[in-house]
């Protein structure tokens, strides 16, 4: 299949309009002039914990798992909760109450999905470089599946499973070459990715590891990236994937697992068209499994999202430091930085920004919003249309609740931000700010 057209690599960020577009929520609206995250006003939460914090909306994570969950009610399935979006303990054991899977990518996510509750037998371990620590503390905690990335990667899983005198139960994550029209940085589907093996290379492994006593292909798996606004590129991947699946098992291979992987999206606010509904996303996914011939095969559908389910969930609230007047530009300086959402400066990604208390109809002018760290890259968003800010006055940052909090630094000794969960009419911190004497205190002090 030849790939389509690649897409831009960034948006804009003011649309043509002259003003910002924020992306619908009924999770944070405005009640008499003050933000909510659901019942609670984000005022009060910024007087209890202090700026920068990430809030999160209990109600829109267990929302979005169920939209998922539902719209492949149609056949076995899996939703395994990509834990590199949002790593929190309190959000992941939520996720595993609510009976969701986890994909992991690393050992130390392996210790948080099991810390939280998440069953082994719903734990598939994705990425490219797994140690052989890594592969012996999966094995050993018999997780569900190691998705296989390398040939190289076959023969560290099977030396570490004879050692331990174990068969390892392993997927095949496939690089079926779709273009999933997507930011080139999360673009994972082709020939040109890190990621996945190229099918020919699947087929030349299959006869060794059928015959290896330490191995047992469970599965098939692909994932072509993330933010994939039109279900097709998702289709036409779990097509080819299931395809080879049939083929898998016609050489002897036990398949019990078709992984469609993730890249559900949500709305940031600057996309140039909507993303279709979960249920169409759903729906795509099984007619293609099928096109595929893999129901044939009795396989439960894994998927692995991550963004969709927690980032809307969440906002970065942030205090306005300083309003700087310059070289006739406006510079709104906060106190989140790109320590907090690195988003923007590593993608140049758009997040939508509104003050927490807001004054309808004030009239509007453009503004860069950054932060104090000691980079020109520390923006959120550069020349956005925004009303008359003050020192002191409360912003929230939209669509922060993934690849927000697990992509901070401490860059410039600024300790890790606080997290807080909103569950009905109260919050809970379930990170706390981190203090300035954390920050040294794993490190030596002189000689």
């Not at 469609?260 to 996309?271: D, K, R, S, T, V």
């Not at 550069?382 to 909090?405: F, W």
């Amino acid at each position: 299949m030849s790939p389509v057209a690649a897409p831009k690599q960034s948006a804009p960020d003011q649309p043509a309009s002259g003003h910002q577009r924020v992306p619908a929520s009924k999770h944070f609206v405005s009640h008499e002039g003050v933000l909510h995250a659901d019942s609670v006003p984000l005022d009060e939460i910024a007087e209890h914990v202090g700026t920068p914090t990430y809030v999160y909306s209990a109600a829109a994570i267990d929302e979005a798992y169920r939209g998922i969950d539902a719209a492949l009610s149609d056949v076995p399935h899996m939703v395994a909760y990509a834990v590199k979006a949002n790593s929190n303990l309190a959000i992941l054991s939520r996720l595993a109450r609510a009976g969701a899977g986890a994909d992991i990518v690393s050992g130390g996510e392996l210790a948080r999905a099991l810390k939280a509750g998440f069953s082994p037998a719903k734990i598939v371990f994705s990425g490219v470089g797994k140690t052989d620590a890594e592969i012996r503390a999966a094995l050993e905690a018999n997780i569900r599946s190691l998705h296989v990335e390398s040939a190289p990667e076959i023969d560290a899983i099977e030396a570490v499973a004879a050692e331990l005198g174990v068969q390892a139960k392993i997927a095949l994550r496939v690089n079926p070459n779709v273009d999933a029209a997507t930011h080139p940085y999360i673009a994972t589907g082709l020939h040109n990715s890190k990621f996945g093996l190229e099918l020919d290379v699947a087929r030349k492994l299959l006869p060794r590891i059928i015959a290896s006593k330490h191995l047992h292909l469970e599965g098939v798996a692909c994932h072509i990236g993330s933010m994939v606004l039109s279900p097709e590129p998702i289709g036409d991947a779990v097509a080819i994937t299931a395809a080879f699946a049939c083929e898998c098992a016609a050489a002897g291979a036990k398949i019990t697992t078709l992984d469609a992987g993730g890249g559900w999206p949500i709305l940031y606010g600057n996309e140039e068209r909507d993303a279709q509904s979960r249920a169409i996303f759903g729906r795509a996914i099984i007619d293609s499994m099928r096109r595929g011939g893999a129901d044939k095969l009795g396989a439960q559908l894994i998927v692995e999202p991550g963004r969709s389910i927690v980032g809307d969930s969440g906002v970065l609230l942030t205090r306005v430091v300083y309003v700087k007047e310059q070289s006739k530009k406006r510079f709104v300086i906060v106190d989140a930085a790109m320590t907090e959402l690195i988003r923007p400066a590593l993608y140049r990604a758009y997040h939508a920004i509104v003050p927490v208390a807001t004054k309808a109809g004030a009239p509007e002018t453009p503004a860069d919003v950054v932060g104090p760290v000691c980079e020109s890259g520390d923006f959120f968003a550069h020349d956005r249309n925004l009303p008359e800010v003050a020192r002191g006055d409360l912003l929230a940052i939209r669509g922060a609740g993934a690849y927000g909090a697990v992509m901070g630094s401490t860059y410039n000794s600024r300790p890790f931000a606080a997290e807080v969960l909103v569950d009905g009419a109260g919050f809970e911190v379930i990170r706390v700010r981190q203090t300035t004497e954390d920050l040294w205190r794993n490190e030596r002090n002189g000689s």
